[in-house]
Every structure is written in structure tokens, then in C-alpha cells.
């Protein structure tokens, strides 16, 4: 029977990292997909579509987990200031990617980890010390040299995607404040504000679908998201954060890949070694963040 119990524990353990990176992957096509709608349909046609097949996966599952679970989610107003973030997250993404390399907006993206960081002191009163104030000062320098310091830096997609990253942070940092509420009523939520605002900005840009192909992508946009999120919800229950966590930044390397193969995208220098020092400052703050937690649970206010 221990045997069992330990093949079994071992099993889950392998199982962890692979579903992490399915849900990267499955989240770069996502991406992928919703760069190459954007570039024919109106951007709240694109948002509105995806949210109402998200809903059909989502509707179910809140409906079994029982409605009053909705009414009574806790800090109403945090719930909205994250559903308005997500929101604002979502469409300046779809924008950002109709000028934008895939790669350049997912190395924006990825910088959110480092804004959570550096505004965790002011807003969750967390304690940093000055070795991650370091890295987050060198995933800074790299966010600047991915923006190539020039007057193309406040073009406005580069504007909207340093934007939509801080709002992709703060609706990060919002889910801190939130731990009681279960993940389908946060993604429920999100999906459905997306939804009304897709709704509210559809007629300006709406053009009929062109292709089957095209209408097969706009179903799957909201439903591969979906999975993705269930596949990455699902590898940090069975595996350890900091076994599965770093894996995220494979997200980059399936953005260069599809945006070289779906749209020619070659990947600028700039971006490379910005993109190289945002992962890894994120790297080191996540690997920092869990040594201080082990420390803290056997010698609580040990020096950073």
C-alpha cells in the first residue's frame, strides 16, 4: 500500500510540470489566434466572441457550484477593481498584437511579476529587501531596452502595452486580496466583464466572419483560454509552486515560434536581451520569495 501511495505521489509530481507546460502552450495559441482575428475583426467583436465561449465551459461549472456562491463573493469592490483591470488587460493585449510582435507584447506581459513585486510594499505591505529591489530595478532596465529608447518607445501600442501589463499586474495583485473566493467565481467574473465590455464596443468595427476557418478560431479563442487556465490551476494544486512556476516563461519561447511561423515575426536584439533580463529578474524574485517563505516558517523576520 506505501508503495502505491509513493508511485502514485510520484506520478502527480511528474504530471505537474507537463500540464504547466500544455497550459503555456495552449495559452500562446490562444494568443496566437487572437492576433490573427484582430487583424480582420473588430477588436470588441474579437473580446466578445472569446468571453461567450468561455462562458459556455464556465456557466456549467458555476451553475453545479451553486449561484449563491456568486452573491456572497467577499470585498465586492476589490472584485470589481479586478474585473475592470482584467478587462482593461484583455483589450489593450488584442491591440497591442495588431501592431506589435507577438514576442514584443509577451515580453511586456511578462514583466507584470516584477511590477507585483515592486508595489507590494505600498499595497500589501510586504517587506523588500534590497537584493530583489536589485532585480527588480534589472527587469526594469529590461522592460526599457525592449521599448528600444527612441520616440518609438511612446508610440501607442507600446504605450497601451505597458498599460495593459500594469493592469495584467495589479489584477495579480487584486487575486492576493482574494484568496477566498474559488478560482471559477474569479474567472467568472473576469470573463463576463470582458464579455459587456466586448458587447458595449461590438457594433463599432463588426464585420462578418469571412471563413470557416475564421469562425472555427473564434469559437476556440475563448475555450482554449479556458483550458489553459484549468491546466495551469490544475498543476499548481498537484505540484509545488517552485517546481511548476518558473515554467511560465516557456510562454516567450512559443511566442517567437508562432509569430515566426504564423506571421514572420524575426525576433529584434532588443527584445531578446530585454526579454532575457525580465525572466530573469522574475526568476530571481520567485526563487527569493520561496527561500525567505521556508526560512520564515523556522525563524520568522530573518533578514533579506
Known amino acids: 500500500m506505501q508503495a502505491s501511495h509513493t508511485s502514485r505521489l510520484k506520478s502527480l509530481s511528474a504530471a505537474g ?15 496566437a489566434m ?37 452573491r456572497a463573493a467577499e470585498r465586492p469592490w476589490m472584485q470589481f477593481a479586478r474585473v475592470a483591470c482584467s478587462t482593461t488587460e484583455v483589450f489593450c493585449f488584442y491591440f497591442a498584437v495588431m501592431y506589435l510582435p507577438l514576442a514584443d507584447v509577451m515580453t511586456y506581459w511578462l514583466a507584470a511579476p516584477i511590477y507585483v513585486a515592486a508595489a507590494s510594499p505600498l499595497l500589501l505591505g510586504e517587506r523588500v529587501g534590497w537584493r530583489r529591489w536589485t532585480a527588480i530595478a534589472v527587469g526594469f532596465v529590461g522592460v526599457i531596452i525592449t521599448l528600444e529608447p527612441s520616440s518609438a ?29 474559488p478560482d471559477s467565481t474569479l474567472v467568472f467574473f473576469q470573463v463576463s466583464g470582458a464579455g459587456l465590455a466586448g458587447l458595449a464596443f461590438a457594433p463599432f468595427g ?22 489553459a487556465h484549468m491546466l495551469v490551476n490544475r498543476a499548481l494544486k498537484i505540484s509545488d509552486a517552485a517546481t511548476v512556476a518558473p515554467l511560465q516563461y516557456t510562454l516567450l519561447l512559443w511566442a517567437v515560434v508562432f509569430g515566426w511561423m ?8 532588443g527584445m531578446i536581451v530585454g526579454a532575457a533580463l525580465i525572466v530573469a529578474s522574475g526568476l530571481f524574485i ?19
Open 153 to 181: 518607445m511612446f508610440t501607442m501600442p507600446a504605450v497601451i502595452s505597458i498599460i495593459g501589463s500594469a493592469a495584467f499586474a495589479f489584477m495579480l495583485l487584486s487575486g492576493r486580496f482574494l484568496r477566498g473566493t
Open 34 to 70: 487572437g492576433k490573427w482575428l484582430v487583424s480582420s475583426y473588430g477588436l470588441g467583436q474579437v473580446v466578445l466572441l472569446r468571453s461567450l465561449a468561455a462562458l459556455v465551459i464556465l456557466v456549467p461549472i458555476v451553475w453545479m457550484a451553486g449561484l449563491p456562491a456568486l
Open 17 to 31: 510540470p507537463a500540464l504547466m507546460l500544455l497550459g503555456m502552450l495552449m495559452f500562446a495559441l490562444n494568443d
Open 262 to 269: 504564423f506571421f514572420g515575426d524575426v525576433p529584434r536584439l
Open 206 to 227: 463588426w464585420s462578418p466572419i469571412q471563413s470557416g476557418l475564421d469562425l472555427g478560431l473564434l469559437a476556440l479563442l475563448g475555450i482554449v483560454a479556458m483550458a
Open 286 to 304: 520567485f526563487i527569493r520569495e520561496q527561500m525567505l517563505k521556508k526560512r520564515d516558517a523556522v525563524l520568522p523576520a530573518i533578514p533579506e
